[in-house]
């Protein structure tokens, strides 16, 4: 996983984490563990009643034993999203 992050330094990504948060920003780094370093980043959190809300975080490390996934977001479609009107359950925390 640690080679195919190195395609996303310093593009916009999102990660999913294990309890269910998402993480917007920009890949600066990760180390061996996947632990990644975010910039201008903020958290997504999703409602079924009040639509998207943005909690801005800045610089942000997250350790990678709490990471479910990392994707790269495709800017131009992401500045047309209306987060306020989208609807939905926060996602769920991963059992095992």
């Known amino acids: 996983m640690a080679s195919g992050l190195e395609n996303y330094i310093n593009?916009?990504?999102?990660v999913i984490t294990a309890d269910g948060r998402n993480?917007?920003?920009?890949?600066?780094g990760f180390d061996q563990t996947i632990n990644i370093?975010?910039?201008?980043?903020?958290?997504?959190?999703f409602s079924s009643s009040t639509?998207?809300?943005?909690?801005v975080?800045?610089?942000h490390i997250i350790r990678?034993?709490?990471i479910a996934i990392v994707g790269q977001?495709?800017?131009?479609i992401d500045s047309r999203l209306d987060l306020g009107n989208i609807r939905a359950e926060p996602l769920g925390s991963i059992v095992h």
């Open 11 to 14: 593009q916009t990504v999102s």
């Open 23 to 28: 993480f917007i920003g920009t890949l600066k």
């Open 37 to 45: 370093i975010l910039d201008e980043s903020h958290e997504r959190v």
């Open 51 to 55: 639509g998207v809300a943005q909690v």
């Open 57 to 59: 975080l800045g610089l």
């Open 64 to 66: 990678g034993d709490n």
């Open 73 to 76: 977001i495709d800017e131009s």
